[in-house]
T-cell receptor, first 119, second 115 residues
Framework: GAVVSQHPSRVICKSGTSVKIECRSL??????MFWYRQFPKQSLMLMAT?????????EQGVEKDKFLINHASLTLSTLTVTSAHPEDSSFYIC???????????????FGDGTRLSIL | DQQVKQNSPSLSVQEGRISILNCDYT??????FLWYKKYPAEGPTFLIS?????DKNEDGRFTVFLNKSAKHLSLHIVPSQPGDSAVYFC??????????????FGQGTILTVHP
């Protein structure tokens, strides 16, 4: 099946640090990847849609300058949390759609997430 | 506002019995629905989906039912097994405009299947 690798799985760092999270599709190409954030006991909230070769589209209320997204290739998207603060501590998870499968209703394939803790 | 709701935070079922997980939605533009299963420290894995033109989709032990008029869907697992214990997320999508390909998730239901 389609595999999405997300790295790192856990990050603990000091306030003010910028943190980069990678999302890779291992056995398929993904023109579109999604970045979610999940707070404890809540649903996955879509932050942004990462589009290969073009700018990401952000959901309402998500700061573009805070959460930088780069989708430089068909298999890699990165999310950089810039100048992270304790309120940015959360579980971040990415997903990807297979570029070869048409239709809006194809399932997204998820990475295992990154637990970010800002001290 | 929460467009996809899973009102039961948890469900406990005996092995071999049926598990029924419920999901309600408010946005009538959603036209496909998916169920994902999530173990701790792992990402969600796709289980089963249904298009709005159907009212039932079956895959092995898993069946999803859709009631469009009630804006309600459910996932039935029969028979339930201890390995099914996980968090189950309902998700909905719309093919229209800027929503193309995006999913809206419910809060999840923790299923525990007792041996």
């Amino acid at each position: 099946g389609a595999v999405v690798s997300q790295h790192p799985s856990r990050v603990i760092c000091k306030s003010g640090t910028s943190v980069k999270i990678e999302c890779r599709s291992l056995d398929f190409q993904a023109t579109t990847m999604f970045w979610y954030r999940q707070f404890p006991k809540q649903s996955l909230m879509l932050m942004a849609t990462s589009n290969e070769g073009s700018k990401a589209t952000y959901e309402q209320g998500v700061e573009k300058d805070k959460f930088l997204i780069n989708h430089a290739s068909l298999t890699l998207s990165t999310l950089t949390v810039t100048s992270a603060h304790p309120e940015d501590s959360s579980f971040y998870i990415c997903s990807a759609r297979d570029a070869k499968i048409q239709g809006s209703n194809q399932p997204q394939h998820f990475g295992d997430g990154t637990r970010l803790s800002i001290l | 506002d929460q467009q996809v709701k899973q009102n039961s935070p948890s469900l406990s079922v005996q092995e071999g019995r049926i598990s029924i997980l419920n999901c309600d939605y408010t946005n009538s533009m959603f036209d496909y629905f998916l169920w994902y299963k999530k173990y701790p420290a792992e990402g969600p894995t796709f289980l089963i989906s249904i298009s709005s033109i159907k009212d039932k989709n079956e895959d092995g032990r898993f069946t999803v039912f859709l009631n469009k008029s009630a804006k309600h869907l459910s996932l039935h697992i029969v028979p339930s097994q201890p390995g099914d214990s996980a968090v189950y997320f309902c998700a909905a999508g719309s093919p229209w405009g800027t929503s193309y390909g995006k999913l809206t998730f419910g809060q999840g239901t923790i299923l525990t299947v007792h041996p």
